[in-house]
């Protein structure tokens, strides 16, 4: 079965740095996708970022940056010059290909204080 | 905007009761997954249609059950409702589901709270 830790605690993060998000996942399948979901406050899901196992380079998409470990079996968010805006909770998720369900950790929480 | 709707937003209701949760996919998209979202349980899948059928099935109780319809639109039926169904329920769509890179776009969530 496939499992995601996410072991941060709540984070506070200065407007304009930069912050890493831990990610670990645990799979014997070598074909998966990883995600990263962002949740604010107000509840809604939105997708960030998506790495695939067989992806030769680390994804990117704008200020997120996927640092992508396989054989440590890590996925590791960076948001870079953090904004106000960014405070929420930051889902990683997998799915094995073939297998159309999303398994999710348990989320890091960010806030970026000015 | 991720293009799915859900509706109702929030739904409160007594222990015992049955609900019934809409969802609405993005345009175009056959696959709609169920997912729960509850403070011990953090977020689970629940259950994946695609096209009409039921594709995969997660940990999803026998007091609940789903069905999509022919216009793609699902509904999610919790039923003999606890005080540990308090939830928020999403919604989730995708193209096919067998894209390698397949993204999910995820409604706004119904709040459901049983009292």
């Known amino acids: 079965a496939q499992k995601i830790t996410q072991t941060q605690p709540g984070m506070f993060v200065q407007e304009k740095e930069a912050v890493t998000l831990d990610c670990t996942y645990d799979?014997?399948?070598?074909?998966?996708?990883l995600f990263w979901y962002k949740q604010p406050s107000s509840g809604e899901m939105i997708f960030l970022i998506y790495?695939?196992?067989?992806?030769?380079q680390n994804a990117t998409e704008g200020r997120y940056s996927l640092n992508f470990q396989k054989a440590r079996k890590s996925a590791n968010l960076v948001i870079s010059a953090s904004q106000l805006g960014d405070s929420a909770m930051y889902f990683c998720?997998?799915?094995?290909?073939?297998?159309?369900?999303?398994?999710f950790g348990k989320g890091n929480q960010v806030v970026v204080i000015p | 905007d991720s293009g799915v709707t859900q509706t109702p937003k929030h739904l409160i209701t007594a222990t015992g009761q049955r609900v019934t949760l809409r969802c609405s996919p993005r345009s175009g998209d056959l696959s709609v997954y169920w997912y729960q979202q509850s403070l011990d349980q953090g977020l689970q899948f629940l259950i994946q249609?695609?096209?009409?059928?039921?594709?995969a099935k997660g940990n999803i109780l026998e007091r609940f059950s789903a069905q999509q319809f022919p216009d793609l639109h699902s509904e999610l039926n919790l039923s003999s409702l606890e005080l540990g169904d308090s939830a928020l329920y999403f919604c989730?769509?995708?193209?096919?589901?067998?894209?390698?890179?397949?993204?999910?776009?995820f409604g706004p969530g119904t709040r459901l709270t049983v009292l």
């Open positions: 249609y695609y096209n009409g059928e039921e594709r």
């Open positions: 790495q695939g196992s067989y992806d030769q």
């Open positions: 989730a769509s995708s193209t096919s589901g067998r894209a390698r890179n397949n993204e999910q776009f």
């Open positions: 799979t014997s399948d070598p074909s998966y996708g």
């Open positions: 998720a997998m799915r094995l290909y073939g297998n159309n369900r999303l398994a």
